[in-house]
């Protein structure tokens, strides 16, 4: 049974930096895609990040591309997502997911699995 589980958000000011991560279990990951993605009140959920869980690569969304950047911890199992330079549109609850196709997608239908979220408030 897959099990995403994120942690890391909290409030923060505009300008500053939050941690999420997200820890996976009930498989192995190594041929997965992770994601990150979010969800602001009143809007759809929107693609943020994604990496290969192989090779690392990974892939942004370009409101994120320079601010955020997402990692895999192999001896952990987890996915992290470091949020620097935080801005009041980046308000929203974060999600983590997980999908076996080997490209990366930004569509969230494309994902398997799905955490709980975390919420994320940045003030101004």
């Known amino acids: 049974q897959v099990q995403l589980v994120e942690s890391g958000g909290g409030l923060v000011q505009a300008g500053g930096s939050l941690r999420l991560s997200c820890a996976a279990s009930?498989?192995?990951?190594?041929?997965?895609?992770m994601g990150w993605f979010r969800q602001a009140p009143g809007k759809e959920r929107e693609f943020v990040a994604a990496?290969?869980?192989?090779?690392?690569?990974?892939y942004y969304a370009d409101s994120v591309k320079g601010r955020f950047t997402i990692s895999r911890d192999n001896t952990k199992n987890t996915v992290n997502l470091q949020m620097n330079s935080l801005k009041p549109e980046d308000m929203a609850v974060y999600y983590c997911?997980?999908?076996?196709?080997?490209?990366?997608?930004?569509?969230?239908?494309?994902?398997?699995?799905w955490g709980q979220g975390t919420q994320v408030t940045v003030s101004s």
């Open positions: 009930g498989r192995t990951f190594t041929s997965y895609t």
């Open positions: 997911a997980a999908t076996r196709n080997v490209k990366i997608s930004i569509t969230p239908n494309r994902y398997d699995y």
């Open positions: 990496i290969r869980w192989s090779e690392g690569s990974t």
